[in-house]
């Protein structure tokens, strides 16, 4: 509780109290009040005391004005609170003079007032507010302990500290670019204003500090010597103990996820998955592209195009996959960063997903190639690219069409380190499958073009199917009855069921196609 909220509490308004001195001091806490009349009270007050006084048996001299002054700052008094009429009918100017040179409160009190119930009321107050304090601790201890029970990551812990401190939050690395945020109740676009420019000029010698500039709560984030990015309150007011605890118990329960977290980049990482994620949903969205501005992807005016990179796992490999999506994406990034070339990277469903924001003028495809190649030099990889566009909102549409092209390739193609990425144009049909495989009317004209074989092969124990599979994959009957390891006369047997299952002539190229688009569907589907 501060001396400018006694003030306007109805107990001292009814005594018409008027600040003479000391008005830039009237921030100071008020720990207790007391009421003395003795001119040697200064020794026995503590810091943050608020004294009650007529002035009755102060000295009536200058000098000895200025020495109860200067006692009551000595003890680091709260204020002095005067009552005019018993002694004097206005506060001395020597007390005035030398409570203002010290920033010490002084209020003069025009009315009579009983001091015991102001003691009273401002002592409920301060108790009041130490047992709202003490609560709102508790709910702070029990937001994050529950966080850290359940293995919360930054995003719930940064909306948690929203919610706590009921202000805009940022999480930034160590080189002032945002990691993630989260809106206050004020418009966001001016909390974020050229963020980076700013942040660089807020120094942090301890672990919080408050600056008074941006009216920014900021708290460091990991050790002194090992911290790797800060946590930013907006704060237009000097802030409370209380949320300065807050934020920095958020930035603790930051550090602890980091630590328990194996990979120093985990956060840069995951706030690039969300965006692509996010992306992949609604690129139209304002606020996610302001996220993406913030994370070093520039929108306005460029062009983007998107790459997916599939790690070569051979079967002795399968079990490290992850592992080797991980080192490709510490690859990709080393690249982007060597070459300047901003980008988002993250693995989703198990392929690596990169989206490159490029000026109007640049090449894409050449910059796609040269990544590719430089990826695919340091681990095993296959890499398909996507078409660019140059609308943010059609970012959806590069990044679904490299998935698209990665999702066609034929199974040698995914085996085998090709100098260039993948294109739409070489995956030919199976690209086309892939760009339909939502279509009903495709999965119908499957069903339709293979039931009358599923149904016989399940009921009667046969492999019809697979005699088809090889006639319309092999180059001739021999090469298609040599890969069944069967003769010829079987396999010749095998077709003319099939044939008779089907109604169907398959010796027909026509059919023969028909069969080869349904086959190649269902393949891509598994």
Known sequence: MTVSRVLDMPVIRTAAPVVVA??????????????????????????????????????GDAAGLSAY???????????LFIELGRRWSEVPAALTARCDELGLPLIALGHEVRFAAVAQAVGERIVDE????????????????????????????????????AAAVVLEDDQHRVLDYRSGPDDIDTFLHDWTIRSRRVPLEGRS??????RWLVTRVGRRDRGWGRLIVQS????????????????AALAMHRLNDGHRDSLVRRTHHELLV?????????????????????????????????????????????????????????????????GLVGIIDQDVRILLSLPLTADADLVADELAEAVTAKHPATVA????????????????????????????????????????????????????????????????????????DERHGTDLLGAVRALVTSPGKSEAAASLHISRPAFYDRLAKAARVTGTDLDDPDIRVSLRVALLYRELLA
């Not at 003490?134 to 709910?139: D, P, S, T, Y």
């Not at 040698?412 to 993948?422: K, V």
């Open 22 to 59: 000391g008005r830039d001091g009237l921030d100071r806490e008020v720990r207790w009040v007391h009421s003395a009349e003795l001119a040697e009270i200064g020794a026995l007050l503590r810091g943050g005391d608020l004294l009650l006084s007529t002035g009755i048996a102060l000295p």
């Open 69 to 79: 002054a200067d006692s009551l700052a000595d003890s680091d008094a709260a204020g």
């Open 130 to 165: 130490q047992v709202a304090d003490l609560r709102e601790a508790q709910r702070v201890h029990d937001t994050f302990t529950e966080l850290s029970m359940t293995e919360a990551g930054p995003p719930e812990i940064l909306q948690a500290a929203q919610r706590l401190c």
């Open 209 to 214: 500090a408050w600056d008074e500039t941006n």
């Open 236 to 251: 237009d007011q000097r802030p409370s103990p209380g949320l300065v605890a807050t934020a920095e118990r958020a930035a």
């Open 278 to 342: 996010a992306l992949l949903n609604d690129p139209s969205d304002p606020d996610l592209l302001r996220r993406c501005e913030l994370a070093g992807l520039p929108i306005r005016r460029r062009k983007f195009i998107a790459e997916t990179v599939r790690p070569i796992s051979r079967p002795a490999d399968r079990a490290v996959g992850t592992v080797r999506a991980d080192e490709i994406v510490a690859a990709s990034t080393h690249v982007l960063s060597a070459r300047e070339l901003p």
């Open 385 to 456: 690219a996507a078409r660019p566009v140059e609308d943010s909102k059609l970012i959806d549409r590069t990044l679904r069409e490299s998935q698209q092209v990665m999702d066609a390739l034929k199974p040698d193609q995914l085996t085998t380190i090709s100098p260039r990425p993948y294109r739409l144009e070489d995956a030919h049909i199976r690209g086309l499958l892939t760009l339909l495989a939502g279509d009903d009317r495709l999965a119908l004209y499957t069903d339709r073009e293979l039931h009358a074989l599923d149904a016989h």
